[in-house]
């Protein structure tokens, strides 16, 4: 018998994530330079930081290349950010391997096709609520969050408090 999303929250250790439509909700602002802008809330962005405080890997693996992307997610903590990735799978197989991870304590959140073999080898496929069809259709959570708009939140915050470390971890202390 397959278990349940709530069984699998853990047993979860590490967190990936796509940018485009997940720590986004997709939208591009072309700047007059050709720059393009995204937008992250800054929800999803606390609970990213709480979860490498409180011993979970976080790993970015994006197919977009943005370097204020990048910046961003390098002051939350993070330190291994994938952007500009042509074979996600390929990807996650070197970064499980170079931590040691299993692949069934990953939870790994995407929006689209770009991730949907990858979505297929993790213990915790999951999206947010405006993915793909395809992507709902694989995933063992589905946020009732859209992309970019605390879907990240809601998945770290779950996995989090299932394993006594969310108000652990909120002590007054990271205002």
Not at 72 to 85: A, E, P, V
Not at 88 to 102: C, Q, R
Not at 119 to 126: A, F, I, R, T
């Amino acid at each position: 018998m397959a278990k349940s999303y709530k069984e699998i929250l853990n047993h979860i250790t590490t967190f990936i994530l796509d940018v485009d439509g997940v720590l986004t909700d997709g939208t591009v602002h072309v700047a007059p330079n050709g720059e393009m802008l995204r937008e992250m809330h800054i929800r999803d962005g606390f609970a990213m930081k709480a979860a490498i405080e409180s011993g979970y890997h976080v790993c970015i693996i994006s197919g977009g290349s943005n370097e204020g992307v990048r910046i961003r997610l390098q002051n939350l903590g993070i330190t291994d950010i994938h952007l500009g990735t042509p074979n996600k799978v390929e990807t996650f197989n070197e970064y499980i391997e170079l931590y040691d991870i299993k692949a069934e304590n990953v939870a790994y959140m995407g929006d689209d096709i770009p991730d949907f073999h990858v979505m297929k080898l993790v213990g915790l496929p999951s999206c947010p609520q405006d993915a793909s069809p395809e992507i709902k259709a694989i995933s063992k959570y589905i946020s009732h969050k859209n992309g970019g708009k605390g879907a990240v939140r809601d998945l770290i915050e779950q996995v989090m408090k299932v394993q006594g470390k969310w108000h652990t971890y909120y002590d007054g202390k990271h205002d």
